[in-house]
C-alpha cells in the first residue's frame, strides 16, 4: 500500500468511481481479447468490408462521418463542462485533468470534420453505446480528480512528465491520422498500406501514441480510475492493433511480415 501511495491518491469515498475503475479495466480488457478472437466492434474498416452484415442490419444507418461525431461529441461537451467545476477546487491537476479530456476529444472532433476520409455507413445502435463509455469515462476521470483534491497528494509528483507523454502522445496520434488521410484522393474508397512516420514499423501507430497520451494523463492526474482507464486502454488497443495487422495480412498478400500490430519490435 506504501508503495501505491507513493504514486496514487488513495481510492476516494466513491462507489461510483471505485466501479468504474474496475469496470474499465475488466471490460476494456474483455473486449481487446474480443478483438483478437475476431469479434469487432462495429465502426471503421471492420464494419464497412462486412457488406452482408450491413445488409442484413435493421436500424438506422449513419453516415460515418455523422457517426463519429456521435461518438466523441457527448464526451467532448461533458469535458467542457467540467472546466465549471475548477472555481471550486483550482488545483492545476483538475485543470490538466479537464484541458487534456478537453483537447483530446476537441482533437478528435476536428479530425473528424476535417481529416478523415470515410466510406459507409455505422448503426445507430451500435454508435451509442459507444458514444455513453466515453462520455462516462470522461465524467469518472474529472469526478476522480475532483473527489481525490480532498485526499493526500502522491509522494511522487508525476505531473512534468505526464504533460510532456500527453504532449507526444497527442501531436503522434494527429500526425500520423494526418498520414493516414492523405492516402486517398478525394474519390478514392480503397484501403493502401501506409507508408512514413512509425508506419514502417507498426501498422497502428495511432493507438500507440494514443496510449502514449493516455499515460501523461494517468501520471498528471495520479488517481486509480485513470490508472485503471488506460491499462484497460492498452490491452484494447493491442488487440484492435493484432486485428488490423490481421486485416491487413489478408487483404494485401504484400505486406511486410516485419511490420507489428502497435509495439515496435515486441507486438
Avoid at 459507444?130 to 505531473?159: G, H, N, R
Wanted: charged share 15%; aromatic share 16%; proline share 6%.
Amino acid at each position: 500500500m506504501s508503495m501505491f501511495l507513493r504514486f496514487f491518491f488513495p481510492p476516494p469515498p466513491s462507489l461510483f468511481v471505485n466501479a468504474m475503475s474496475v469496470f474499465s479495466l475488466v471490460s476494456l480488457s474483455v473486449l481487446g481479447l474480443s478483438e483478437i478472437k475476431g469479434e469487432h466492434l462495429n465502426y471503421s474498416k471492420f464494419w464497412n468490408v462486412e457488406s452482408q452484415i450491413r445488409r442484413r442490419s435493421s436500424g438506422i444507418k449513419l453516415p460515418s462521418r455523422t457517426g463519429m461525431l456521435v461518438l466523441y461529441t457527448p464526451a467532448l461537451l461533458a469535458a467542457l463542462v467540467s472546466f465549471g467545476f475548477l472555481s471550486q477546487d483550482g488545483s492545476l491537476r483538475t485543470l490538466l485533468v479537464s484541458s487534456a479530456l478537453f483537447i483530446h476529444f476537441l482533437k478528435r472532433d476536428l479530425e473528424v470534420l476535417f481529416i478523415h476520409k470515410y466510406s459507409g455507413a455505422m448503426m445507430l445502435d451500435h454508435a451509442i453505446p459507444i458514444s455513453l463509455s466515453y462520455f462516462f469515462s470522461t465524467v469518472a476521470s474529472f469526478y476522480s480528480q475532483y473527489l481525490s483534491q480532498q485526499l493526500p497528494e502522491p509522494s511522487a509528483d508525476l505531473k512534468p512528465f505526464g504533460v510532456v507523454l500527453f504532449l507526444i502522445g497527442i501531436a503522434g496520434n494527429f500526425y500520423h491520422h494526418y498520414l493516414l488521410s492523405n492516402l486517398r484522393g478525394k474519390e478514392d474508397r480503397g484501403y493502401k498500406i501506409p507508408k512514413g512516420g512509425l508506419f514502417s514499423l507498426v501498422i497502428c501507430p495511432p493507438y500507440l501514441f494514443e496510449v502514449v497520451g493516455f499515460v501523461g494523463v494517468s501520471c498528471f492526474s495520479q488517481t486509480l480510475y485513470t490508472f485503471c482507464f488506460t491499462l484497460g486502454s492498452f490491452f484494447y488497443l493491442l488487440g484492435r492493433s493484432h486485428a488490423t495487422r490481421k486485416w491487413y495480412i489478408a487483404r494485401f498478400p504484400n505486406f511486410p511480415k516485419q511490420i507489428k500490430s502497435m509495439i515496435p519490435y515486441v507486438f
